[in-house]
């Protein structure tokens, strides 16, 4: 017998799988590094793979970054959370035509369990059904994205930078100038969002996507002025371009901006707005920009893929998606979460006034759990199918239910966004907010606490496709354009600045933004390294820096009580009430001043 195609070795792994779902591709390799160990329908307890969960662990070698996995591999052991889980689940929907759900992950964690999700799904004929993502037409008018349109509408009389994103780096060597020009113009050109106005036409959100060009680079050589004031100039400069509001009708909103304050050292400022883009497009921005560099610096050409799709693409096929059953059941599910009655976002917190007139500065405080702590928390999180996430996202609840006076903790947290493998590269605005509302009803156990949590966080994750702003406008039409204003408490994890890499060049981050706030209190779980670290940050109007650091330290002790014991009810958890009165006062005197 001849050695088999890679067709034939397609058509073995998935069998009666349709033709339009398939891998992309197979290379032929001297031997399967699984040859002789991968049966059809391998017993699960022997260690080898059978042939869908050898796809399917393909699937979690990319999303994962990790090799040599095994049956009993758990996607949450491996260090996966909600993003890498919803990148797996789109692929998983490319390559088998089943659909998965986040709550199949969570409660089928391991590579075997997950693939018989998979295998029962495709026997009962669950195929994947969708609008097709595909490149539109540019002629006519190109509609916004639902979160575009509403961030369009919403900051429509907003005179601070509270929606900039500023990325800012130090530069020390033999800069090339020009190959630096080259690269911005390659990266404008390739992406749309980075060339693109919004503007409201005949009543409709649309995007003005420009033509290809080259991108301007500004140039300030400040080696003319004193030597010992040159590096601050620099700073100030661009802080004051990060912080500038932009006419998002008429003006680019891709600036980038260096700073010469020596011979062989520049400051890089590269300033965007939230509209075009979102975090995880920060990150693909930075990657493309170092290779691209790298490619002109040498003389090459560039050789990056072009992007399969671009934001317009998405958003429309965003628009034909949410219509009709699907947004029917998206609503449906809204309105039995969400008491219509009452604003959807706020965290009422008796005595907490409003200043007369915010600012919009923010300030911040950051607390380490140390190794001893994280451990607990962490196998807390195994035991109970839960991540960290999870578990300090119910930790918090407890805190704010006693600082509201309520059985309801109300948190709104981000999310990707990203469902389709062709969207993990692109750039543009995807991320929007999901309500996480836990009913804290019964004075439940800690432990029950992180139960509940978790099917609140599994049920908003099957429902995220339709932006809190949808939501809005379909349950409170008349907080479409506020729902964001209300005092809310945001929760996520930390976002670390992307670090360029330019070759013959030490490169730094700089500090370019002033850290404009949101009035609303923010949390950021930093779980990335062995030792979990918590940021929160606030509107300086009602909060400093001692009451954050104090809100901190009560959500340590919370965490710290729960690990150790879990049968805590969510009353005896620290901190007593008494101590959030007194947190509350200060507060209540800081907003008045």
């Excluded at 088999?4 to 070795?9: A, H, K, Q, T, W």
């Excluded at 789109?90 to 693939?115: C, H, K, Q, Y």
Aim: proline fraction near 7%; hydrophobic fraction near 40%.
């Amino acid at each position: 017998m001849g050695s088999p195609s890679p067709v034939g070795l397609r058509d073995y792994a998935l069998g009666d799988v349709p033709t339009r779902i398939y891998c992309a591709s197979l290379s032929e390799v001297e031997k399967s590094p699984l040859a002789g160990s991968s049966p059809p329908n391998a017993d699960p307890a022997s260690g080898s793979l059978s042939p869908v969960e050898e796809l399917l662990a393909s699937i979690w070698s990319q999303v994962l970054g990790r090799q040599n996995l095994r049956v009993g591999d758990d996607f949450f052991d491996l260090g996966g959370q909600s993003l890498p889980a919803a990148q797996m689940i789109a692929r998983a929907r490319d390559l088998f035509g089943v659909d998965l759900d986040i709550r199949s992950v969570f409660e089928n964690p391991t590579l075997a369990g997950l693939a018989n999700v998979i295998e029962q799904a495709r026997a009962g004929g669950h195929a994947s059904v969708d609008v097709p993502l595909a490149p539109i037409s540019r002629r006519g008018q190109l509609p916004m994205s639902f979160f575009q349109e509403w961030r369009f509408r919403a900051d429509a009389a907003l005179s601070v930078p509270l929606y900039n994103i500023a990325l800012g780096f130090e530069l020390r060597g033999p800069l090339k100038v020009e190959s630096l020009q080259d690269a911005l113009s390659h990266l404008v050109n390739r992406h749309e969002p980075l060339r693109t106005n919004y503007e409201i036409v005949d009543g409709r959100p649309v995007q003005i996507i420009h033509e290809k060009g080259t991108s301007d680079l500004q140039i300030d050589d400040l080696r003319a002025g004193p030597e010992t004031t040159r590096r601050e100039q620099a700073i100030h400069l661009l802080e004051a371009e990060a912080s500038r509001v932009v006419d998002r009708r008429s003006e680019p909103l891709f600036h980038a901006q260096l700073v010469r304050f020596d011979e062989d050292a520049h400051f890089l400022l590269l300033r965007t707005d939230r509209i075009a883009v979102d975090g995880t497009s920060g990150s693909i921005l930075i990657d493309e920009l170092s290779a691209l560099y790298a490619a002109y610096a040498r003389g090459d050409r560039p050789e990056l893929d072009p992007p399969p799709l671009q934001q317009a693409d998405w958003a429309q096929w965003q628009r034909a998606r949410l219509q009709g059953p699907r947004l029917d059941g998206l609503i449906k599910y809204w309105r039995g979460k969400l008491d219509s009655s009452r604003p959807l976002l706020e965290m009422a917190i008796p005595d907490l006034p409003a200043p007369k007139q915010p600012n919009y500065r923010g300030c911040g405080s950051r607390l380490e759990l140390g190794a001893a702590l994280t451990s607990r928390l962490r196998r807390l999180a195994r035991e109970n199918g839960a991540t960290l996430f999870m578990v300090v996202l119910a930790a918090l609840d407890s805190i704010l239910a006693k600082l509201s006076r309520s059985e309801q903790a109300t948190v709104l947290c981000p999310i990707a966004n990203r469902t389709r493998p062709e969207l993990e590269r692109l750039v543009g605005c995807f991320a929007h907010g999901v309500v996480y509302r836990t009913d804290l009803s019964g004075d439940p156990s800690f432990r029950d606490l992180v139960e509940r949590v978790r099917e609140v966080c599994l049920d908003a994750w099957a429902h995220h496709e339709l932006p809190i702003s949808e939501v809005a406008r379909y349950l409170r039409p008349s907080s479409y354009l506020t729902v964001y204003d209300e005092f809310h408490v945001f929760f996520d994890g930390i976002r670390r600045q992307p670090m360029l890499r330019l070759p013959g060049i030490a490169v730094d981050r700089a500090a370019v933004d002033k850290g404009a706030a949101h009035p609303s209190l923010a949390l950021f779980l930093d779980d990335e390294t062995p030792e979990l670290s918590m940021l929160m940050r606030a509107d300086a109007d009602r909060f400093d820096e001692q009451s954050l650091g104090t809100l901190l330290r009560y959500l340590r002790d919370t965490l710290t009580v729960a690990a150790s014991d879990p049968r805590q009810r969510a009353s005896r958890l620290p901190p007593p009430e008494a101590a959030l009165r007194d947190l509350l006062a200060a507060t209540r005197q800081r907003a008045r001043v």
